[in-house]
């Protein structure tokens, strides 16, 4: 392998791995993985047998 072909070489290799670095930014950015984490709109239902436990907050009385 002579000088020319492994320039070419390394010249794809960072073509590539700007590709992936941009796709992994876009892919990680805060944005799209905000959007993500919304997907699931339903309500948390849990499925334990056990007593709820009510939580008391003492409000003064008017």
Do not use: C, T
Request: hydrophobic content about 45%.
């Amino acid at each position: 392998m002579n000088i020319g072909e492994s320039m070419v070489i390394w010249i794809v290799g960072l073509v590539i791995a700007a590709l992936l670095v941009q796709l992994g930014r876009h892919y990680f950015s805060e944005d799209i993985r905000e959007r993500r984490r919304r997907r699931n709109h339903r309500k948390v239902i849990s499925r334990a047998r056990r007593p709820v436990v009510m939580l008391s907050a003492k409000v003064p009385k008017n």
